[in-house]
């Protein structure tokens, strides 16, 4: 009987060992390796969604592209943005729309005209060297850098690697 609850007792502490180092391996990932936040604004839609919870890459900053979602911070708060300009690119908004170097821009998963806003900054502009320029999917009402202009690639938390809906939770 005694070996049979020493065996049960080592074995019940070698299980809290195996989910303690879980827990620990868990926690270091997402808070060094990985994001995780829940998005909470519709400037990003239809692709993520208001309450969808968004996992992003830490690290990768001298990669990042357009097209690329990223996790930046604006004014205290998280927002997910989607790069249209790197360094050295020429942006510009006309009454066509989105123009990048002299040409302009096609982009499928937009499904609102981008326009220039009243107040925030003048175009065209050059996007300088470590910096990005930034727009929100929804490009009506959203804050982004025709608002705060390019955002230097040190301000940019992750890059976004997956997008799981989270309603109501």
């Known amino acids: 009987m005694s070996k049979t609850k020493g065996t049960l007792g080592s074995e019940l502490l070698l299980l809290l060992i195996k989910i303690t180092l879980i827990v620990v391996v868990f926690a270091a990932l997402f808070t060094f390796l990985f994001g995780a936040m829940r998005y909470p ?3 990003m839609a239809p692709a993520i969604k208001d309450g969808d919870l968004v996992l992003f890459y830490r690290y990768g900053a001298n990669s990042y592209l357009p097209r690329d979602a990223v996790v930046l911070e604006h ?3 998280q927002q997910v943005r989607r790069i249209v300009a790197t360094a050295d690119d020429v942006v510009d908004i006309t009454v066509e729309g ?3 170097n002299g040409a302009l821009q096609q982009e499928p998963e937009i499904y609102m005209k981008t326009e220039r806003y009243q107040e925030g900054i003048d175009f065209p502009l050059t996007v300088p060297e470590g910096e990005v320029f ?3 999917d929804r490009r009506a009402g ?6 705060y202009g390019c955002v230097r690639t040190e301000e940019i938390s992750g890059k976004v690697i997956t997008v799981i ?5």
Not at 142 to 147: E, G, L, N, W
Not at 165 to 169: N, Y
């Open 75 to 77: 004014d205290g708060q």
């Open 134 to 136: 930034v727009l929100g």
């Open 165 to 169: 809906r989270r309603r109501s939770i």
């Open 142 to 147: 959203a804050t982004d850098s025709r608002i």
């Open 41 to 43: 604004e519709p400037a």
């Open 98 to 100: 989105l123009v990048i």
